[in-house]
């Protein structure tokens, strides 16, 4: 299903602490902290005017902040700036996003007067240890239990999750993946931390007291949650973070493992895997090898700049790497031809130790 979301930010709003890490200035843009119904309706029309081609569904999106938390009459206000957009069949529904604790029938009913579809928590972990280090405010069985009741409501669920907070470990990471697939969200958005300027982060890496996540590091813990998310039918709508111009601005990130492309390194890095099983159990070495795969899947197979089958070479002596697309191939499924024999291998098929 092709999705067009048209995003509009509350930078801040309802927001009771702020969290360690938190800079919406820079992860969202400088909107402005009113936002007049003329804006509003600006920002959508340009949307719908720019798509390419029609999308199944057109989601008016309430994101940054904490949509529940705001005054109520706020919500209101903004919730009917979209409503005419919905009444004339340009807007399908509303999706927002908000924190766990701030989940209630009152304002569940009012959500569901306006049309709101989906509602996105900001999980971030399941563990309560690395939840109060990181300032959110909120525990483990907060986002259990809001999952739970917009659930029994009705409402479409996305989780967004992040790897490498503030007392956070490889270990803990995958109990909080595992954790939050028991809950059975309807997508997930997963990011490394990123260190940014103006934040508490941003003063405990300068007191050496947060150690960031290498890159290496953040595609290893993404692309477990990204398999494995896969693998329970939860689709994974975002890895890392959208680029915005107040980001590229110098200063703005001062550590941790940021890049523009980052899904793309995470992609990549699956394939890598797929393809290095496949070479490691055919023992081919020191000869050439085709692989097939899908066209939609090539760019992800040869990684960015060509880096996988560069590694490949180095790393199984090969002298040649044939890539070929066949249409009829399923995505996520890598076929390799050497000396005769044909391979295969499927991305649900990779195991982690």
């Known amino acids: 299903m092709t999705q067009l979301i048209i995003p509009i930010f509350v930078i801040y709003r309802g927001c009771p602490n702020r969290c360690v890490f938190c800079n919406e200035k820079k992860t969202a ?5 009113i936002i007049t119904e003329s804006a509003f309706r600006e ?4 949307y719908l005017k720019n798509t390419r081609r029609k999308a199944d569904r057109t989601q008016i999106a309430f994101y940054g902040g904490n949509f529940t938390g705001i005054d109520r009459d706020y919500q209101t206000k903004l ?8 009444e004339k069949g340009l807007v399908d529904s509303i999706r927002i996003s908000t924190r766990p604790d701030y989940i209630d029938s009152e304002g569940l009913d009012l959500l569901e007067k306006f049309h709101v579809r989906t509602v996105e928590i900001g999980a971030q972990s399941m563990v309560d240890e690395v939840l109060n280090l990181s300032n ?4 483990s069985a907060d986002v259990r239990n809001a999952i739970k009741i917009l659930k029994e409501r009705g409402f479409e669920t996305g989780v967004h999750l992040m790897a490498g907070l503030p007392g956070d470990s490889r270990k803990r990471f995958e109990y909080t993946v595992d954790e939050i697939i028991e809950l059975r969200p309807d997508t997930a958005r997963i990011h490394p931390t990123i260190v940014f300027e103006d934040t508490a982060l941003a003063e405990s890496y300068s007191n050496g007291d947060y150690i960031p996540m290498t890159m290496d590091d953040a595609i290893e ?14 689709p994974v709508i975002r890895l890392g973070l959208q680029t915005t111009r107040e980001m590229e601005e110098n200063g703005s990130i001062i ?3 940021y890049h523009p492309a980052f899904r793309s390194l995470v992609e990549g ?6 393809a290095s099983s496949l070479l490691e159990f055919a023992q081919r070495r020191d000869e050439g090898v085709t692989f097939t795969l899908s066209p939609r899947d090539v760019s992800s197979f040869r990684g960015l700049n060509n880096r996988n089958i560069s590694t490949l070479k180095e790393r199984f002596g090969l002298t040649e790497i ?14 390799m031809a050497a000396c005769g024999k044909i391979y295969k291998k499927q991305r649900s098929a990779i195991s982690f130790q």
């Open 79 to 86: 919730l009917g700036f979209a409503k005419p957009f919905i």
């Open 255 to 257: 550590a941790g493992p």
């Open 221 to 234: 813990y993404c692309k477990y949650a990204l398999i494995r998310f896969e693998k329970a039918g939860i």
């Open 29 to 33: 843009g400088d909107f402005p902290d």
């Open 136 to 139: 959110r405010g909120h525990s």
């Open 322 to 335: 044939s890539v070929k697309t066949n249409p009829n191939q399923g995505r996520g499924t890598l076929v």
């Open 43 to 46: 920002t959508v029309h340009r």
């Open 269 to 274: 890095a699956v394939f890598l895997d797929m």
